[in-house]
C-alpha cells in the first residue's frame, strides 16, 4: 500500500545517516507548503508514474523510443546564469535527466502550474487557465520544432529577450549585477586571502569531506583548459552548501578559489554536487551499477549541454573514487523568479508560456538526437486530447500532492527525528 510516509523514509535513509540536520531541514522546507512538499518527492512522482497513478490513458514507460528527458522539471527549475555569450535564462538543473516518453516531463511541468498558482492562492479557475497556457504553448511550440528545416534554437537572453515583462526584468536586473560585489557579500578578507563567510547556506565540513573537496577540484582541473590566469585556482576556502529541496542530503561541496584576484574580489565560487542515478531509473532497475554512477555526472552534464541554449564555460565533472560530481560556477547572475510576487494570475500564465517555449525546445533537440526532427512523435498527433490528459492528470495529482503533504506535515515530528527511524539514535 503507498504509503508517503514511508516512501519518503526510505528514500531519504541514507542522507539522514549521512546529514541528520540537513534532512530535519528537508523536512521543514517540504512542510512549508503542497508545491514545496510536490519539489522534495520526485523519487514519489517516478514511482507514481512508474506505477500508473492518474494515468488516464496517458503512454506507459518502456513504449516507442525514448528521450533525454529534465526528468525533475518544475518552476523553480529555470533560472538565469551567465554563459559565455551573456546572461541567458533557461532549464538549470539536470540532477534527475533520464529517459522516456517526453509526456513525462509535460505531466510534471503542468502539475507544478497547478501548484505554484495555488502556492499563490490563485483561485482553481485560475490554476487551471496557468496549465492550459503552458499546454497550449508547449504542443505548439514543439511541433514547430519538430518540422524539418526548423532549428531547435530558441532561446531567452539578454540579447534575445522573451517579451515576457517579469522574466525580462529578471534577466536586466541579473545582467547589471558584478562579481565583486557579490563575492564582498558573501566573504571576508583577511591575511591576503577570502573566506565564505559561515551562515545558514555555508557550513563547516568534516575533515574527510573537506579533502574530497580538495580531490575533486584536482580531478576537475585536470579536465578543464588551462586557466589564462596563473594561480586561478589556488584554493581559498573550501565549506559545504545548502541550497533547493529535492536535492538537498547528497554531498554538496563549494570550493572558493583565486580567480583573477581575492584582493580585488574577482574570485569564483565551484560547487562540487553529488551525481546519483535518477528516481525514475532506480525504479526502473537501470543504470544504477557502479560504472553508471562513475559516469553520471558527465551524463548529466551532457545532456545540460546538450539542452540549454547555451551553457556556463565552468560547467564540468569530477570524480572521486566510484563517486561522480557535476561542478557549476556560482556567480552574480544567477537568480529565480518567485512567482509569488507577480501581480495576478495573468501574469504567471505569461511566464509558463516561457517556461514551455524552453522545455519544448529542449525535447525537440532530444528528438532529433534519437528518432530525427521530422518525426511528430506519437503523443502528439492528436493535440486537444493530449491535453486534455495531461490537464485531468495535473489536476488530479496536484490533488494527490496536497493530501501526501497533509499527511507528511501530520508526521514531521517523527521524520525530524530521524536518529530514530534510521536506527542511529543512541540508547
Known sequence: MRDVVVEFQDYNRAFARRNPELLRLKVERMAASPFAFFRGTFHLFARDILDRFCDLGLRAAGTEAELDLVGDIHGENFGTYQADDG???DINDFDETTQGRLDF????????????????????????????AFLGAYTDTVRKLLKKGKPADLDVSESSPS???????????AVALKRPAFVERLTEYAGARRRLVRSARYFNLPEG??????????????????????????VEDVCGRVSGIGSMGRFRYVVLVQGKGSKEARNVLLEFKEARPSAY???????????ALRERAERVITVQRQSQAASNARLGFALDGGMSFQVRELGPHDSRLDVKTLKSAVELQAVVRVQAAVLARTHARSAARVVGVANPLAELNEVEPFCQRVLAFALAYADLARRDWQRFVGHRGDLEDCEKWTGEKKT
Do not use: G
Request: hydrophobic residues 35%; glycine residues 0%.
Open 105 to 132: 516531463d509535460v505531466r510534471r511541468l503542468a502539475t507544478s502550474c497547478i501548484l505554484a498558482a495555488q502556492d499563490r492562492s490563485d483561485n482553481l479557475t485560475d490554476a487551471v487557465q496557468v496549465a492550459l
Open 87 to 89: 546572461v541567458h535564462w
Open 281 to 291: 531509473d532506480v525504479y526502473r532497475q537501470r543504470q544504477t551499477d557502479d560504472k
Open 209 to 234: 569531506e573537506q579533502a574530497q573537496a580538495l580531490r575533486l577540484l584536482e580531478d576537475y582541473c585536470k579536465r578543464m583548459p588551462p586557466p589564462a590566469v596563473p594561480d586561478f585556482y589556488k
Open 163 to 173: 517579451h515576457c515583462t517579469p522574466i525580462d526584468q529578471l534577466l536586466r536586473e
